[in-house]
């Protein structure tokens, strides 16, 4: 290990973060660093272990669970393996806002412990949550291992795309600068992604030589296609993607432009690193040390291979605690042995949010993929966004350029009519651009649908009107 690694990850980093209550993020790492490497069998054991601790807990401190077990007949004995997850029920951010603050926290850390937080809220509803330091170090030590993953030690140089203010793990505003600096962190600003600016970040980059560069997938992307118009290309090692949907064009362009990059697709949300691919890209390892993932449809676990709704229950979290957390996202899960020998358990299509899906009212699930694979022919279309309106009525943004002809506006209306089928209707609508959320995101799909009918239920109730 070189010098500076090891004076970074056992020296400063274990005492400054022990000085700002953040002592877990370092121990938590090293074990999780072990432990991706145990079998299958001994993750299992390990999830069985914390979850009847969790449970135990949460039977004694959160009345929403001493409600839902006591209506149920349920005592913590009853809660042997995460098999015995299903005799509780699926929750989601409906639920646990109508319980916040206080039947969904844990009334065992006293209020001054609680640190509030909230998800970012892309869609426009936020969820809101209490979490502590301990959680949280837990969480920083999740992402740490993920970009070890890729290829990152610390001490050696890396750069974020910069869209929200982030205070470090240490969270410690003060140290805040002093950290990225020990780090060799190199923020970029994506406020402003004008081709004016564009020369400037390969300029930074090149200066920086990160091993890692992490970025939204949209935001890498549009700099990406900007870099190859222009003939630009800098080299990052990896890039790590994060955030939204990450297409196969969207990668084979990331990967252009900062060749003979290797991008890597990262998935986290509403407080939780979920899951990261390795080195074979087949799938993505699931954090299991600190996260059980079921793939649920119509409430009812789906076998392996199968797509359905990734359900998500914390093992370290109490303070609000996240059991069978619907996170609204569609996935399947697999327990085959992935060739770089980590005994994680994969997500082996991760096919986006549902919202960055539409379910038809017959039944139809479409994905985003299936959209971006079709406008990236389409040359004269810059940018796109797929709004459901209503269950049946779809409207289609669409950023073009001078060289959009009848022809293109043809192949649009023949491609939407097929796949939505005669029962629904879509209009086009041509707009200037396409706006990022406040957190930063450019969304492919929203769903109007989805948002606020507060089902916990499955896909089926999605397509009834809100
Ligand atoms: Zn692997």
Not at 252 to 257: D, V
Not at 452 to 462: A, E, H
Request: charged content about 25%; overall charge negative.
């Amino acid at each position: 290990m070189a010098m500076y690694t090891h004076f970074l990850r056992d020296i400063a980093l274990p005492v400054g973060s022990r000085m700002v209550g953040y002592g877990e993020v370092m121990p938590y790492l090293r074990a999780i660093e072990k432990s991706q490497w145990w079998t299958p069998e001994q993750l299992r054991e390990l999830q069985n272990q914390k979850l009847r601790k969790l449970i135990a807990h949460v039977y004694k401190f959160v009345p929403f669970y001493q409600d839902v077990m006591k209506e149920r007949g349920l005592t913590p004995d009853d809660f042997q393996t995460t098999d015995d997850l299903v005799k509780l029920p699926i929750v989601d951010k409906f639920v646990l806002t109508n319980n916040y603050p206080d039947r969904i926290r844990d009334q065992s850390i006293p209020q001054s412990r609680l640190i509030h937080a909230a998800s970012s809220g892309s869609t426009g509803e936020r969820l809101h949550y209490w979490t502590t330091r301990a959680q949280k170090a837990k969480k920083w030590a999740g992402l740490f291992r993920w970009w070890e993953m890729v290829g990152f030690d610390f001490g050696k140089p890396y750069a974020t795309f910069r869209l929200t203010p982030n205070r470090g793990f240490m969270g410690w505003p003060l140290a805040e600068k002093l950290e990225w600096a020990m780090l060799r962190h190199v923020w970029l600003s994506a406020e402003a992604m004008t081709d004016d600016i564009l020369e400037e970040y390969v300029r930074q980059i090149e200066a920086a030589q990160p091993v890692m560069l992490r970025s939204y997938a949209s935001t890498v992307y549009y700099l990406a296609r900007r870099m190859l118009d222009k003939n630009l290309n800098v080299y990052v090692p990896s890039i790590l993607t994060t955030g939204e949907t990450l297409t196969d064009n969207m990668r084979a362009t990331i990967a252009e432009a900062f060749a003979p990059a290797e991008v890597f697709n990262e998935y986290g949300g509403d407080g939780m690193q979920i899951a990261a691919e390795c080195h074979y890209h087949d799938g993505m390892h699931i954090n299991a040390e600190t996260l059980f993932v079921e793939t649920v449809r119509h409430g009812q676990r789906v076998p392996e291979g199968e797509l359905g709704e990734v359900v998500l229950t914390n093992l370290e979290a109490t303070a609000v605690p996240f059991i069978r957390y619907n996170i609204k996202d569609v996935a399947s899960l697999t327990n085959a042995p992935c060739p770089c020998g980590r005994g994680l358990p994969r997500l082996g299509h991760l096919e986006g949010r549902l919202t960055d899906m539409f379910v038809t009212p017959d039944g139809h699930w479409l994905t985003v993929h299936q959209f971006s694979g079709f406008f990236e022919h389409i040359n004269a279309v810059k940018a796109f966004q797929v709004i459901q309106k209503e269950v049946d009525f779809i409207l289609i943004k669409l950023v073009v350029d001078d060289s959009f002809s009848e022809e293109d506006h043809q192949a649009i209306v023949d491609r939407f009519e097929s796949y939505l089928g005669p029962n629904n209707r879509f209009v086009l609508e041509f707009v200037d651009e396409i706006p990022t959320t406040p957190s930063g995101k450019r969304r492919f799909f929203i769903s109007e649908v989805i948002q606020g009918t507060g089902n916990t239920l499955g896909v089926s109730k999605l397509v009834e009107p809100a």
